[in-house]
């Protein structure tokens, strides 16, 4: 069977590619990866008018076929037909920034050498517009002798027009693919100049507002308090938005396992159900809420053009360690959760400071180990009140927060000068025009997303839920015997315990670090089960879990608990999603 | 290069925000390799207009430059190797 035709949408980063790219094929995508490297390749289907389909495939922005990224390479590659599980594209679609053209042609010249049938799309001409810039496709079809469309991607503009000539393109009969004729960068840079004021009509200055609002954000005063601004809103967002969602969740899951409990015989099967398998499922989709919200969040920065000013306003500080002001964004989002963290990391193009990134963003305080941290401090460190409004609980709470970030910040530095030594061009950035990412583009993205969670972090937290499960109900305790100490986890525990004992932990805390590989917050629950399921009294079960541990460990036995929660190995998703993000390259 | 003391000169990085020049040359030798293909591809050129927009909230670093039609963000340490000659107006 021939494969369908294969048509690359290229372009430079902020032409309004990826926007291009889902006005023409809709929902209707898929996100994978190039073999081998960690550039995400998205596709999607075009029905032609005669029924046909063509396969769509949205490069990498790209600036030239000279790479200096990782994505642009990838880019070159695929139109040259030397990426690996990737076919040579048989025709193209060049996407120009209407308002840029001096420099998008030159990279649109480059393309045209290739001698593949090609339609350039003058995308954003609205934006062009708005800043007194008068074009004249007409003079541009002459000069570049291709077909020339006018679209704005974002508003769904000129795509029937870009459709019925991808249409008419790829009825016409084709001739040859010529090599990669590879003339002079500043060559091309010039000659992109004489065409590009060919095809200007009229330029009238006017003060673009892109500029004003960036005298704003990018004030060195004010800019840094609206960043602020915009960061607490988000967390408050994260954590606010999600409650409800979450308990409605929460529902979900207890009234799932009432139903499976009445209909299953009490036994080992049953237990597999309720508490391995739909405590698993129930696990994954608790993350669901906070994740989306972020993404949401993350996706609206990079769509408006804010993200690359916030990576502006903190390079400086970034740089310090070795870092860039790109890494300040995943870095934060890792505040909420590591996983969606690190996937936001694909931004950053210099390899070295993005596996830097990835590397430490799960030492910044993840939400999940909020509820870790909120029990032992209620049960151990008294509330006191230091001064005015500020208490001894909330202050070590603090404290704990600044030694993850402590300790990112050093392990940076660390990386930056040991095995991950050099390269740090990490910001040469354009900064594009703001603009409003239509919904139904960042809906896309959060979809899309939310598949990958899903797949990697999503079956890897259910998988060791339920391994777990069966590591800690198997064998079944007899009556009279302690069940965390008879199954296969407390036996693992014990040795464990032999191990960790000279840091201060005892058996509890070797069996809590098992399930809390998972996910964090599971160490709570786990430290509840071992004492309930051990405990015969009824009161005791009541008695609350803070007061138990207070009897239960020493003061030492617990701030040791706390700094291993804060400097501990990743849990299992975090793992997995850096191994995916990196190809597992250590 | 260009002869280093000439009053009308000076490198981007010690340019006026808001004073235009035109790129007089780019010392391609400081820059690593990536660095240099980023600045080409940015549009950096002799003769090319370029005008520092907004600086960095600390340390003054790095510094948004109107290139062409474009605004892109480079650090100090690459706008060094920039010469420039500021135009009048």
């Known amino acids: 069977m021939n494969p369908l035709p294969l048509v690359a949408v290229a372009g430079s980063p902020n032409a309004g590619k990826s926007a291009l790219f889902n006005a023409l094929t809709g929902a209707r995508q898929k996100v994978g990866n190039y073999p081998g490297v960690t550039v995400e390749r998205h596709s999607g289907r075009l029905l032609l008018g005669d029924g046909r389909p063509v396969e769509l495939v949205d490069l990498p922005g790209a600036y030239s076929l000279d790479p200096a990224s990782l994505d642009e390479a990838v880019t070159r590659d695929v139109l040259l037909g030397k990426q690996k599980g990737e076919r040579q594209p048989d025709a193209l679609v060049i996407v120009l920034d209407a308002s840029n053209l001096d420099n998008h042609l030159r990279f649109a010249l480059q393309l045209v050498e290739l001698g593949l049938p090609t339609i350039v799309a003058l995308n954003m001409v609205d934006l062009a517009r708005r800043d007194g810039l008068e074009l004249d496709p007409k003079a541009l079809e002459r000069e570049l002798g291709l077909p020339v469309v006018e679209t704005v991607a974002v508003r769904r503009r000129g795509i029937a027009d870009l459709h019925a000539a991808i249409d008419d393109m790829l009825s016409a009969p084709r001739c040859g693919v010529h090599d990669h004729v590879k003339s002079d960068l500043l060559h091309l840079q010039r000659r992109a100049r004489e065409i590009a004021s060919a095809a200007v009509v009229n330029e009238t200055p006017v003060r673009r507002w892109t500029h004003r609002l960036d005298s704003l954000l990018l004030h060195p005063v004010v800019g840094p308090i609206i960043l602020a601004l915009v960061m607490f809103v988000m967390f408050q967002a994260v954590f606010a938005w999600s409650q409800t969602p979450v308990a409605w969740i929460a529902d979900a899951v207890a009234w799932a396992s009432g139903i499976a409990s009445d209909l299953i015989p009490a036994g080992l099967v049953r237990s597999m159900v309720v508490d391995g398998a739909i405590a698993g499922v129930g696990a994954v989709i608790t993350f669901l809420p906070q994740i989306l919200i972020l993404f949401f969040f993350i996706l609206l920065l990079e769509g408006t053009g804010y993200m690359v000013r916030a990576a502006f306003l903190m390079d400086r500080l970034m740089h310090g360690v070795g870092l860039s002001g790109r890494a300040f964004i995943p870095l934060l989002s890792s505040f909420a959760c590591a996983v969606p963290g690190i996937m936001a990391t694909r931004t950053i193009d210099n390899e070295k400071d993005r596996l830097t990134t990835i590397l430490i963003a799960p030492l910044m305080t993840c939400s999940a180990r909020l509820p870790v941290y909120t029990l032992l401090i209620s049960a151990f460190i008294p509330n006191t009140r230091l001064m005015w409004g500020v208490g001894l609980q909330g202050v070590v709470m603090f404290g704990l927060y600044i030694c993850g970030i402590a300790g990112a ?98 058996h509890d805390i070797a069996l809590a670090l098992l399930p809390a590989m998972a996910a964090r917050e599971v160490a709570v629950s786990a430290i509840a089960t071992v004492y309930a399921l051990d405990s015969s009294d009824e009161d005791a079960v009541e008695k609350s879990l803070a007061e138990r541990l207070r009897h239960a460990w020493p003061l030492p036995t617990a701030l040791a608990f706390l700094a291993w929660f804060v400097f501990a190995p990743q849990c299992v998703s975090t793992i997995a999603v850096t191994r995916r993000e990196t190809n597992g390259w250590k | 290069m260009n002869a280093p003391f000439d009053p009308q000169t000076s490198s981007l990085d010690q340019l006026k925000v808001g004073t235009r020049a035109r790129v007089l040359s780019i010392d391609w030798a400081a820059l690593d390799e990536a660095e240099a293909c980023r600045l080409k591809h940015f549009g950096f050129d002799e003769g090319v207009t370029v005008e520092p927009l907004h600086l960095g909230p600390f340390g003054r670093d790095p510094i948004a430059i109107r290139v062409g039609r474009m605004t892109v963000a480079i650090r100090r340490r690459q706008a060094s190797a920039i010469r420039v000659a500021p135009t009048s107006h």
């Open chain 1, 409 to 506: 910040l050093l392990a940076a530095f660390v990386l930056r000068r040991g095995v991950l030594k050099g390269g740090s061009s990490g910001f040469m950035m354009e900064l594009p025009k703001y603009q409003w990412p239509p919904l139904k583009d960042v809906a896309i993205g959060i979809l899309t997303r939310a598949q990958i969670f899903l797949k990697r972090a999503g079956t890897i937290i259910l998988g060791t839920t339920i391994v777990l499960w069966a590591l800690a109900s198997i064998p079944q305790a007899a009556p009279g015997q302690k069940q965390s100490e008879v199954s296969i986890a407390g036996h693992i525990a014990s040795g464990i315990e032999t191990v960790v004992k000279p840091i201060g932990f005892n």
